[in-house]
């Protein structure tokens, strides 16, 4: 469009994780991250992933695009960095290589069991991350946002005008 370049971050960045966390340091550089959440579309894994000896061309294709998409990579780096409790990654490992786009009720349902079946699986977890999305500020919190927002309310407005 015009100059500009647009295409879907799933072609490189499927987790976009990483990303969110660079931009929140980039805008505010001494905040604490507080919370972050991380909803996956499930993953399937084959038994015989990583044990391919072939060399061809589109295998090596198929490794270097699996390898660019790999969403779980970004979370166990994120999980390393963020503090305990920071961080909360929810994707559950389905039974079957479902495609993005199926829209039978069948294979639809059997996602939602695996889903259901990983949410009992992971209730505390689930648990974990309401409550660290609910906190309350704290009253030193307050009203450093509240002195943040002013300053940058008047930032740059001309006091020679007043």
């Given amino acids: 469009l015009g100059n500009d370049l ?11 994780c990483a990303l969110a ?3 929140c340091k980039c805008l505010w550089p001494n905040a604490k991250i507080q919370c972050v959440v991380s909803l996956g579309t499930g993953r399937f894994e084959s038994a015989g992933k990583g044990t391919t000896t ?7 294709l198929s ?6 998409t790999d969403t779980e990579e970004v979370h166990k780096t994120l999980d390393a960095l963020l503090e305990p409790d920071t961080y909360f990654r929810f994707n559950p490992v389905m039974n079957e290589d479902i495609p993005l786009d199926e829209s039978r009720k ?9 889903s259901m079946r990983y949410l009992d699986r992971n209730e505390e977890k689930l648990k974990k991350a309401a409550q660290v999305l609910s906190q309350e500020k704290t009253i030193v919190q307050s009203v450093h946002d509240w002195i943040k927002l002013k ?3 008047y930032e740059g407005f001309p ?4």
């Fill in 6 to 16: 647009h295409q879907d971050g799933g072609l490189l960045i499927n987790n976009p």
């Fill in 21 to 23: 966390v660079h931009e």
């Fill in 54 to 60: 072939h060399t061809s061309l589109k295998t090596k």
């Fill in 63 to 68: 490794h270097v695009i699996s390898s660019a």
């Fill in 106 to 114: 069948e294979k639809l349902g059997l996602l939602q069991m695996d």
């Fill in 151 to 153: 300053k940058d309310m």
């Fill in 159 to 162: 006091l020679s005008k007043l």
